[in-house]
């Protein structure tokens, strides 16, 4: 076999430690039975603690089983274990031999795959001449108590679109990956040409774990190769509309909510719950307050959208955000999240992360430093970033070169998260990611908006109406659908605060809800007059 045509697909890692692999349970049987299902395509010898001899004796008798099964065999950090049964290759980390020394004593031809975390350690893996690289710990996991090198898929993400397009290395990723999320870390982690994408998953658990080894692990290869429920048809980065193309979208839009009135789910903030559920109904969705996440996988199922808005953080709360989360992904429905003082305090930042962590976010909303605290939190620390965050002016209005840097930063967030993300302010700016994917400047509004509490959370329960009925009618309408939702939004803003009867932010929230109302039925009844305001254009 030539290292080069090796296939990363199911990464097995061996255990033997009997509170993964089971008391009774023999290393060998478990991965023979594993080959057996015919899935795994690599393996790892793994045995921190096995003495040289036992670990020669053992490594032989694996060797023996992979090559029956066609699969390379590496041995994890131990150049001599692998020297002395000749099998393919080594797999060694960060605190191991080094890259150079290993590939010294094993020759050219031998695979060497490298633990990165990231990337500095996968600049310097690559350019060391690494076959592969084993990126991670994606996440918390029983075999490794290490928790400080949790990466999460953010920053999978970020190591693989830094990847030197010309380097030939391979890709696995490692920690925590078992049936309930191989789906997503697939999809999230397969990038457009020239990026890297992931060339496969490393399990341990999922697999030495597991009663029957070979149906496990044909189930993980079959979920890697399905798109997740919530999976786009076609990627997002492939997007590109010009202002006109968009806004030729939006009366049909607004038609589609109002013919749906899709099921607004949203778990909010006590603070603005009224407000939000009487928005939810001027612009044509149908409002439904549940904080209880067991409740969740029902809802997920009648049509609509969550809302996860993390206005008042408990760790309960944290908890039905999770489960509903986990509901709205399973179920291939949309969900926006508005990280509400986001970077506030030490728990709302734990919370984000967690959040962020935890499932697909269809559309990620929030005002400039909202967002910036998101990007914190997926660990983007590339020096466009670094000097972002510094840039804490740019929350009062950014004038010109700041809106750039802004708009390079959330197309960044959104290139890696594969999703729409939305930076609020006196401008809106909103992108769908992709290395070259529009990002939209909205100049709409009024100030009112900015006096009256809770209506940032109810542009998010706006957002939810319109992606529900677009997820509903054709999916690659996301994007034009938020932006529809912004301008619903925002020209009702407007026409409120000019009318006779609106003084200040007191009388201007109920001709607010008029208005949202009016645009509605004015669209339904074929008057496009109101989007005749819409001041849309594209920054980047
Ligand atoms: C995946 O692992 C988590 C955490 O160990 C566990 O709660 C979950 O049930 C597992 N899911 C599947 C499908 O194995
Ligand atoms: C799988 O994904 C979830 C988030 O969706 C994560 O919390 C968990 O740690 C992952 N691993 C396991 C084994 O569940
Ligand atoms: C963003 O919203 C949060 C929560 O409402 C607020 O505390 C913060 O000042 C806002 N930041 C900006 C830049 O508007
Ligand atoms: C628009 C909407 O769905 N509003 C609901 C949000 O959730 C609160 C409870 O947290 C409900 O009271 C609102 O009706």
């Known amino acids: 076999m030539r290292k080069q045509d090796v296939d990363y697909s199911l990464y097995l890692v061996t255990d033997s430690t009997p509170a993964v692999l089971g008391v009774r349970r023999d290393v060998c049987a478990v991965v023979e039975a594993a080959l057996r299902g015919g899935a795994v395509t690599c393996v790892q010898y793994r045995d921190k603690t096995g003495d040289t001899g036992a670990l020669v004796t053992t490594a032989r008798r694996l060797h023996a089983l992979t090559q029956r099964a066609g699969v390379p065999l590496l041995v994890n950090d131990r150049v001599d274990v692998a020297l002395a049964v000749g099998c393919e290759g080594v797999h060694i980390g960060q605190d191991d031999v080094e890259l150079a020394t290993a590939r010294r004593l094993l020759g050219e031809n031998k695979i060497i795959g ?233 728990v709302r930042r734990a919370a984000t992360k967690t959040i962020l962590g935890a499932g697909y976010i269809d559309v990620l909303k929030g005002n400039q430093s909202e967002i910036q605290a998101c990007i914190a939190a997926s660990g983007m620390s590339d020096d466009q970033t670094a000097e972002a965050q510094q840039q804490r002016g740019v929350d009062s209005g950014p004038g010109e070169a700041d809106a750039t840097k802004l708009g390079g930063v959330i197309r960044d967030l959104a290139t890696l998260r594969k999703n729409i993300v939305v930076a609020t302010g006196k401008t809106d700016y909103v992108t769908g990611g992709g290395a070259d994917g529009p990002v939209f400047a909205v100049d709409n509004g009024h100030e009112y908006l900015g006096m009256v509490t809770g209506t940032g959370c109810c542009l998010g329960t706006t957002i939810s109406a319109y992606v529900a009925a677009a997820a509903t009618a054709s999916p690659e309408d996301r994007l034009p659908a938020v932006l529809a939702a912004l301008l619903h939004y925002n020209i009702a803003a407007e026409l409120a605060a000019e009318r006779n009867d609106v003084r200040g932010p007191g009388t201007f929230v109920p001709a607010f809800l008029d208005e949202l109302y009016r645009v509605r039925k004015a669209t339904v009844d074929g008057d496009l007059g109101w989007l005749k305001r819409a001041r849309v254009s594209i920054l980047l």
């Not at 076959?131 to 710990?137: E, F, H, R, S």
């Not at 925590?176 to 997503?184: E, K, P, Q, Y």
């Not at 492939?238 to 009366?251: A, N, S």
């Not at 996440?293 to 955000?321: F, K, Q, S």
């Open 114 to 346: 490298v633990t990165v975390s990231n990337v500095e350690e996968m600049l310097e893996a690559c350019r060391g001449g690494a076959d592969y690289l084993g990126i991670g710990t994606v996440f918390a996991t029983v075999t490794k108590e290490n928790t400080k090198s949790i990466i999460g898929v953010d920053g999978l993400q970020q190591i693989l679109l830094r990847i030197p397009a010309d380097s030939p290395v391979k890709t696995v990723c490692i920690g925590g990956i078992n049936a309930s999320n191989a789906s997503r870390v697939a999809w999230q982690s397969s990038n457009p040409a020239p990026h890297h994408s992931l060339d496969g998953i490393a399990v341990v658990s999922a697999i030495m774990g597991a009663a029957d080894p070979a149906g496990a692990s044909r189930e993980l290869l079959r979920l890697l190769r399905t798109p997740p429920p919530f999976a786009p048809p076609s990627p997002r980065h492939t997007i590109t509309t010009t202002p006109d193309e968009l806004l030729g979208r939006v009366p049909d839009l607004v038609r589609a909510v109002a013919a749906r009135t899709p099921l607004s789910h949203n778990m909010t903030n006590l603070v603005v719950q009224n407000l939000a559920a009487n928005v939810a109904l001027a612009v044509g969705a149908s409002p439904i307050m549940a904080n209880y996440g067991e409740e969740a996988a029902d809802l997920a199922r009648l049509g609509g959208a969550l809302v996860v808005n993390m206005g008042t953080v408990t760790p309960e709360g944290l908890v039905n955000y999770l489960k509903a989360l986990a509901a709205y992904n399973g179920a291939g429905r949309p969900v926006v999240y508005d990280p509400v003082g986001a970077g506030a305090t030490a």
